[in-house]
């Protein structure tokens, strides 16, 4: 997996993110984290980051129970840019009528990724009064892609003039109890449809081991690619906080003791230390088809960890502005 070809036209069709995956390479995604703001220089300026170090960038959608700027509209704005987006379509705010319509609208921009989630509940964000709606969970929501994009139609029936091309993703946690029911749930969002998966932070590299054996054991790392998420840690307050207060992520003791014996100006290195010891771990084991970098807005710090983890060069976007360096294009295009 160490030589990454320069053309990824070379590879065969379905979006950039299928053919990297399907051509057997390490595939490299990152969130995008939306801004509180109507001004798409916000996004543009984070995707001129990325878009130099991975294969896809994540739209998230109100992850958190947070409301930013919609996923769709993240999309456009990236599709526009000639950038390779995943679509976040999360069930909390939206029925199945407003979702089959923004997955139509979202195909119809050039977005090929779409990744399904439940969504957080608003008890946990900072609008707690909302009206959740939960028509769909992620499993169902799936299902819907599928048949929209295989059967050409809606739930209801009605026939699609034009099916959307989907390739089409879920979640998984292989961090929270209980850890052997973890890969069956795998299995349900690979039956009704998954292709791909994007996974809850890693940090506790033996217990991923067990699942993805798990998983083995039961064939799903030939059915579906397995990306696994990573990120850096401040510091050991950090890591505490995200033990404590973000479901299913689980950091081990010894990881937060490492933070704590650093010295405080340099435990942003440490934790980027961490997080590249972890990438180049959890790259060794069968079925691992790529990591998913999380770093709540530090796309430069995203950058950097995917450098000194030896993932670079990534294959290049047909149509994608020319690899100049993103500092360059982006004065550029603030002038």
């Not at 947070?66 to 679509?87: D, F, K, N, Q, W």
């Not at 230390?273 to 972890?278: A, F, R």
């Not at 990534?314 to 149509?319: F, H, N, S, T």
């Amino acid at each position: 997996m160490s030589g990454a070809i320069d053309d990824v036209t070379k590879l065969t069709s379905g979006s950039r993110l299928e053919r990297v995956l399907r051509s057997g390479l390490f595939a490299v995604t990152a969130e995008l984290n939306p801004p509180d703001s109507s001004d798409p220089q916000e996004v543009y300026e984070a995707a001129l980051v990325l878009s130099e170090v991975c294969d896809a960038i994540n739209a998230t959608d109100a992850s958190g129970a947070h409301c930013h700027m919609s996923s769709v509209a993240i999309c456009a704005l990236l599709t526009r840019a000639g950038y390779e987006p995943v679509y976040q379509v999360s069930c909390r705010d939206r029925n199945r009528i407003a979702i089959q319509g923004d997955l139509l609208g979202a195909a119809a921009m050039g977005v090929r990724n779409v990744l399904c989630l439940t969504g957080d509940d608003v008890s946990v964000g900072d609008q707690p009064e909302a009206k959740p709606v939960f028509d769909l969970d992620s499993i169902q929501l799936l299902h819907t892609a599928r048949i929209m994009r295989d059967r050409g139609m809606f739930l209801s029936g009605r026939k699609l003039s034009v099916p959307p091309r989907l390739f089409l993703g879920a979640a998984s946690n292989p961090f929270a109890q209980p850890y052997d029911w973890r890969p069956l749930r795998l299995a349900k969002k690979v039956q009704a449809g998954a292709q791909f998966i994007q996974t809850q932070y890693c940090y506790d590299v033996p217990r991923f081991r067990t699942f993805m054996q798990k998983v083995r054991d039961i064939g799903l790392d030939e059915k579906v690619y397995i990306i696994v998420g990573v990120g850096p840690l401040r510091s050991e307050r950090a890591a505490e906080y995200m033990r404590t207060n973000v479901p299913g992520v689980r950091i081990p003791d010894e990881v937060v003791g490492r933070l704590r014996k650093t010295p405080q100006e340099r435990r942003r290195d440490e934790g980027k230390k961490i997080c590249v010891e972890i990438i180049e771990q959890v790259r060794e084991i069968r079925g691992v088809a790529g990591v998913h970098v999380m770093a709540y807005r530090q796309e430069e710090l995203v950058a950097e960890i995917i450098h000194e983890a030896g993932l670079m060069p990534r294959p290049r976007q047909p149509g994608a502005p020319p690899r100049d360096g993103y500092r360059r294009r982006r004065s550029a295009i603030s002038s």
